[in-house]
């Protein structure tokens, strides 16, 4: 069973910043795809960005400049440096692992940002 353990969210105001971060339980290979979804009020759950093992990223257009994903591959930990924050960023923001034996999800982080 993998475990995901998020942290970092809270309430930010517009134009602000916040840093989660996100490690998978010992014993999952550093050789998987790792990233950021989130899910607003009413909305479907989104990608917010992905990042391979090997630092390939992939971004939503909504956070493109704005979002940086990064990991740490011998701490089985991946990042989200969330920038110039909007209203329509707040979300619960879930973290996510692809393996051989199949998704896997964090229990999730809330992100409000206010104006």
């Known amino acids: 069973q993998v475990q995901l353990v998020e942290s970092g969210g809270g309430l930010v105001q517009a134009g602000g910043s916040l840093r989660l971060s996100c490690t998978a339980s010992r014993g999952v290979d550093n050789i998987y795809p790792m990233g950021w979804y989130r899910q607003a009020p009413g909305k479907q759950r989104e990608l917010v960005a992905t990042i391979s093992s090997g630092g390939i990223t992939n971004y939503a257009d909504s956070v493109k400049g704005r979002f940086l994903i990064s990991r740490d591959n011998a701490k089985n930990t991946v990042y989200l440096q969330t920038d110039s924050l909007k209203l329509e960023d707040t979300a619960v923001y879930y973290c996510?692992?692809?393996?051989?034996?199949?998704?896997?999800w964090g229990q999730g982080t809330q992100v409000t940002v206010s104006s």
């Open positions: 996510w692992i692809g393996t051989a034996r199949g998704a896997y």
